[in-house]
């Protein structure tokens, strides 16, 4: 496994090690030991979430304000843009965002650790996405930023209008969001 830094040093593009050949291919999604010793981190996942999606949804960019979460997150099936924005007011990278493709070709995985809001975009006719979380799905606590908030700037791989959910419709610009002190 191989862990590497983005313009954003606590956003990690994890690689796996995949053995393949004609028959197909075999890796470790995850092992605990080579995490830790690949990235530095120790962190006890304890939900597995799976996302099916269509082509042009966008589904973010979410956190929770309380019962923050880290996520490992990858592609099984597909294509997604995958979106992380620091929300952290006192980080020197406020209000940045890192963005990379997961696919079920390049068995990359994106670790995201608390502080963040997250987002993808369905690049594929469909996509089966999988993460891990380091704290459980509180959706009293869970907020939401507006996917095209000017001030962030993220540049989404659009092909048209995003299909979005009526909350991500209504979320709220960075600057009047509830975020990470």
């Known amino acids: 496994m191989k862990a590497i830094p983005t313009s954003i040093p606590e956003v990690l593009i994890i690689e796996p090690n995949v053995m393949g050949d004609n028959r197909g291919f075999f890796f470790e999604s995850f092992n ?11 962190v006890n996942f304890v939900q597995d979430n799976h996302s099916h999606s269509t082509r042009g949804v966008l589904r973010g960019l979410h956190y929770q304000i309380r ?31 890192v963005g990379i493709e997961l696919t ?15 987002g993808f975009l369905v690049l594929s006719d469909s996509a089966d996405f999988l993460y891990k979380t380091t704290d459980y799905y509180a959706p009293e606590f ?33 600057a009047q969001a509830e975020i990470f002190t």
């Open 104 to 118: 079920e070709d390049n068995c990359r995985q994106l670790w995201t650790p608390w502080g963040f809001a997250h």
């Open 67 to 97: 019962q923050p979460q880290g996520k490992l997150m990858r592609v099984v099936r597909g294509a997604v843009f995958d979106v992380a924005v620091d929300i952290r007011k006192s980080s020197p990278t406020f209000g940045q965002w």
């Open 32 to 42: 605990e030991k080579e995490f830790s010793q690949g990235t530095g981190l120790n």
């Open 142 to 174: 869970e907020r939401s930023i507006l996917w095209n908030d000017p001030t962030i700037g993220i540049q989404w791989p659009l092909d048209g209008e995003p299909k979005l959910s009526t909350k991500d419709k209504v979320a709220l610009p960075l």
